[in-house]
């Protein structure tokens, strides 16, 4: 039987784990804190999987309230506190660039200003007043943020110069000899009776670029890839794949890690695991070499996976008749349509999909599949037309299979009168339906073919008049 690409949720977890790889949280955090708490917390399994679904999603706040209060309840957990040092940097760089951000728009303002000044625009002392008071406004909001960014992480140096900056603009003098002390006992070590004079000659070191912080990280990145390859080279998934989604948690944009992580899940034929990482790659970038090119790998083998499950079910589906075997056309049909998504203009599915939906005595969609079907091959003799033309699975090809014209009068009059109206076709679904189950029950009892033939007479003698002046 086809493997599922998408399995429903069975246990409570999975449950949990559901919504939110859904999206879902609110209904997701609402089963997770009715079904524990701390007197009966969850899982390490479940609550990292939770915060690897929030982390993924973008939900850095809400991954960081929720690592917190569970790491109350499971108190010294390694793997739990490296989380929560992750939803930690997390934070702190929102809050971070929340404040350079407002710096920004300060500084530009500021440049502004002076623009208008240096024109003479700005000639009232009121409205200068009013412009220095936004401002001062807008640097005090940037200093707020970096305040908010130093409580989780009190020794960050990029932080402390912001802030450095900010009370330079204040005027708050103070201030500025605080930081410029913290930033000395940070990078020096504590010291004591360091005077005013000596605190202003502190040779302040040279900060990074952001181009050297980049170059750095690509160089950092390059390297972890080459070791996680080298991991997987050597066989040793099982240890990999924790390694790997724990670091993606804290580098979110290692495409190479999202790929390598869905190409070990394609390989396991965990397809929706897979579907999802691919998904995530080509979302941040559509042209991304590596990911396209293991899309496209993922659909042709899901394409052949569904193939086989569709001729697997539609061969059992042809044995059963079209009564009985109407739960394993459905399943046919469902595989077949899937596969459509993947080649809309493969001949072999519409084609299969004709003879289903005709089976199922769908008459709209075999239409709509025979219309497909002849636009991409017109001169293809689709199943369906061959099916009609046998007479092994119907009555009349039983009880006339030693009389060929008595079996083709039967076969014109279907072909001229059933099939090409509404209530025709029905009547003709109605006719397969029921035949396979007459015929397997004649051939269980040894019922010989001549008594389907007196049945079948009276039929046979109004066909005949039916049909004199039929060419």
Not at 99 to 118: Q, T, V
Not at 183 to 209: F, Q, R
Not at 258 to 271: F, G, N, Q, T
Not at 371 to 394: Q, V
């Amino acid at each position: 039987m086809l493997k599922s690409i998408a399995q429903a949720p069975k246990t409570t977890e999975d449950k949990i784990l559901f919504f939110f790889e859904s999206g879902n949280f609110t209904d997701g955090l609402e089963l997770f804190k009715k079904n524990y708490n701390s007197s009966n917390p969850p899982s390490e399994i479940l609550a990292l999987g939770i915060f690897r679904e929030l982390q993924g999603k973008g939900a850095v706040q809400i991954s960081f309230d929720f690592i917190n209060e569970v790491d109350q309840w499971l108190p010294d957990n390694e793997k739990l506190k490296r989380a929560q040092e992750i939803a930690n940097d997390g934070i702190f760089d929102i809050r971070l660039k929340a404040g350079h951000d407002a710096l920004k728009k300060a500084e530009a303002l500021a440049a502004e200003f002076n623009s208008m000044a240096k024109t003479g625009a700005v000639g009232q002392e009121k409205l200068r007043e009013e412009n220095e008071r936004v401002f001062r406004n807008m640097v005090e909001s940037a200093l707020e943020k970096f305040k908010e960014a130093l409580k989780f992480k009190p020794t960050d140096i990029r932080t402390l110069r912001r802030m450095q900056f900010c009370y330079e603009q204040l005027e708050q003098s103070e201030e500025v000899e605080k930081i410029l002390r913290r930033v000395a006992e940070i990078e020096l070590g504590p010291t004591e009776g360091l005077v005013e004079d000596e605190t202003k000659a502190i040779e302040i070191p040279k900060i990074e670029s952001e181009e050297d912080i980049r170059q750095r990280k690509l160089e950092e990145l390059q390297a972890e890839s080459e070791r996680f390859h080298k991991m997987e080279a050597e066989g040793k998934i099982d240890e990999l794949i924790p390694e790997l989604k724990n670091f993606l948690l804290k580098e979110q944009d290692f495409q190479e890690g999202r790929v390598l992580l869905a190409k070990i899940y394609l390989d396991r034929k965990e397809y929706f695991l897979c579907q999802r990482m691919i998904d995530w790659v080509l979302h941040v970038d559509p042209r991304f070499k590596p990911g396209v090119e293991l899309q496209k790998r993922f659909q042709e083998q899901r394409l052949g996976l569904l193939k086989r499950g569709a001729n697997s079910f539609l061969s059992k589906a042809l044995l059963l008749g079209t009564y009985h075997g109407l739960p394993w056309f459905q399943k046919a049909e469902k595989c077949l349509s899937q596969a459509l998504e993947i080649v809309p203009n493969d001949v072999e599915i519409l084609d299969n999909l004709h003879l289903v939906y005709s089976y199922m005595g769908n008459i709209a969609e075999a239409t709509r599949m025979r219309g497909r079907l002849l636009l991409e091959a017109p001169d293809f003799k689709p199943t369906w037309d061959k099916e009609m033309e046998k007479s092994h699975c119907f009555l009349a090809g039983y009880a006339y299979s030693e009389e060929p014209d008595s079996l083709n009068l039967f076969r014109k009059f279907r072909k001229n009168f059933l099939l090409n109206n509404f209530l025709g076709s029905k009547f003709n679904f109605f006719y397969l339906s029921l035949s396979p189950s007459l015929i397997s029950i004649a051939k269980r009892y040894k019922i010989p073919p001549l008594a389907f033939r007196a049945f079948l007479f009276p039929l046979k003698i109004l066909f005949r008049e039916i049909l004199k002046n039929v060419p």
